[in-house]
């Protein structure tokens, strides 16, 4: 193999999975506090509305990441940046857990938030990868390796808060990127950069992209709001749990990231449709799931079934229109590939952060009846943009 080819033989179902792996839990990282809001509120002496920002600042770090760290995926070789972020992050790791003060709290969760959009870079390098015939499935595969990172880091936190202590998930964390940084660098492909230009340039051109692709345009305004209600359901979900309608202690709520693990099936198998040109009709159909999700959802407090049941809804439909999205954008331009997953993701983690930071003052305002009609309108919202892009072909 060629040390500048960008389409290896080698991209073998063993290396999907390692890329997959890879992702799930780089991107985990910005998802440890999720269930140990409430613990944290009270180990740090700050409010709800205070220990809300945990949240809202990984999110807003990965956006900027996205922004000025994604594009450099086209610049520069894949494989080295991808390593450089794995140690940043599990530098920005090792900060949260021996943080004394909430600032250092959210400096380590910045620092972690930043790096971890090497999973962003992942994904357009295994894109670029695959053969176009199997695209759509490489892509959901690691998309599902996502999900399941997002899903999997709610549940080993709140276990082991609840049997060692809040720490112990940033520690071994950590631990487990750092080997992966070692891995990832003996075995990733490498990849020869497909763009010259300068690094302001280069940021430019991912404000140009959306500027000039309608396509990427609206699909970007989707994954926002897609994201948003996701977010909104995510991070209110922790007060419902531990309040007194369910009482829960940190290792059950950590273990409702297990229910959410559909999502990932649904991730990898809408890949699977959008090959055969079948994506628009799932994203179709996860939207209107999405809207009844937010319906089921307010019996929330008062019946578990519905609760497990709105949160499975929720996250299918999530990743359907997400793998849909992506499939859109990914045909536009080979070449800008990272700049376009940059704008798009961009987009979409500036819509989590802004659900992240709404759930809270909803929650803290009108409880869980105002956090799912504020996640029933996003999906609405959702719906009207998905079907002006298809009236306009995109």
Do not use: K
Request: with cysteine.
């Amino acid at each position: 193999m060629s040390p500048t080819s960008d389409r290896p033989v080698a991209l073998s179902h063993a290396r999907v999975l390692l890329l997959a792996t890879a992702t799930g839990l780089i991107v985990a990282s910005n998802y440890y506090a999720q269930p140990l809001l409430q613990l944290l509120s009270g180990v740090f002496q700050v409010s709800a509305t205070q220990v809300g920002w945990v949240v809202t600042v990984a999110q807003l770090a990965y956006a900027a990441g996205l922004l000025l760290i994604v594009p450099l995926g086209d610049r520069l070789e894949r494989r080295r940046l991808i390593v450089g972020l794995f140690v940043l992050a599990a530098v920005g790791l090792a900060i949260s857990a021996s943080a004394r003060h909430f600032s250092q709290l959210l400096l380590g969760t910045a620092l972690a938030g930043l790096s971890a959009v090497a999973a962003q870079v992942i994904i357009p390098h295994a894109a670029t990868l695959a053969a176009p015939e199997h695209r759509g499935r490489v892509v959901g595969t690691l998309m599902a390796g996502l999900l399941l990172g997002i899903l999997l880091a709610r549940t080993a936190s709140g276990v082991m808060a609840g049997l060692v202590s809040w720490h112990s998930i940033y520690w071994l964390a950590c631990g487990v990127l750092l080997v992966l940084a070692v891995v990832l660098a003996r075995l990733l492909p490498p990849h020869r950069p497909t763009a010259a230009l300068s690094y302001p340039r280069l940021l430019g051109s991912v404000l140009g992209l959306l500027r000039d692709e309608p396509v990427l345009r609206r699909r970007s305004l989707l994954g926002a709001l897609l994201f948003a209600g996701f977010s909104v359901f995510w991070t209110a979900l922790t007060f419902l749990l531990s309040g007194p309608d369910y009482g829960y202690s940190l290792a059950s709520i950590g273990l409702f990231g297990l229910v959410g693990a559909a999502g990932a099936l649904a991730a990898s198998r809408a890949g699977r449709l959008s090959d055969r040109g079948l994506g628009d009709w799932v994203a179709g159909g996860g939207l209107v799931m999405l809207l009844v999700s937010w319906l089921i959802l307010l019996f929330a407090p008062l019946s578990l079934p519905a609760l497990i049941v709105g949160v499975v809804l929720l996250d299918v439909a999530a990743q359907a229109v997400h793998i849909n999205n992506q499939s859109a954008i990914y045909q536009l331009d080979e070449a800008a590939r990272s700049r376009i997953t940059s704008a798009y993701m961009t987009c979409y983690f500036i819509g989590g952060a802004a659900g992240s930071a709404l759930s809270t003052v909803v929650w803290t305002r009108f409880g869980w009846n105002g956090v799912c009609a504020l996640g029933g309108l996003l999906a609405l919202m959702a719906g009207l943009v998905f079907l002006h892009a298809r009236a306009r072909r995109g």
